[in-house]
C-alpha cells in the first residue's frame, strides 16, 4: 500500500469509482477507506469541518455501492 498521508481521500475516491480493473478497484476502495478513516480522525467531528465530514458520509456510500457491484461481477 502506498504512503496515503500525502494523498487526499478525495483523489483516492476519485480513482477508486473510475476504476474498471476490478483487482484495482477493490484496492483502491481499501485504499479510500483507510484514507477517509484516518481524515475523520483528524477531525474529530468538529463543527467548522462539518461539510467535509458530511461529504466523507456519502463517500463512504459510494464505495459501499461500487464494493457491491464488484462483489456482483
Known amino acids: ?3 496515503l498521508r500525502f494523498i487526499s481521500w478525495k483523489e483516492i475516491l476519485e ?3 473510475d476504476e474498471s480493473d ?3 478497484a477493490a ?3 481499501h485504499e479510500a477507506d483507510v484514507a477517509i478513516y484516518h481524515r475523520r480522525q483528524q ?3 468538529s463543527a467548522e469541518h462539518r461539510e467535509e465530514l ?3 458520509s456519502v ?3 459510494a464505495l459501499r455501492v461500487t464494493r457491491r457491484k464488484l ?3
Open 1 to 3: 500500500m502506498r504512503d
Open 15 to 17: 480513482k477508486a469509482l
Open 22 to 24: 476490478p483487482d484495482k
Open 27 to 29: 484496492q483502491l476502495i
Open 43 to 45: 477531525l474529530r467531528d
Open 54 to 56: 458530511s461529504a466523507m
Open 59 to 61: 463517500a463512504m456510500e
Open 71 to 73: 462483489d456482483v461481477a
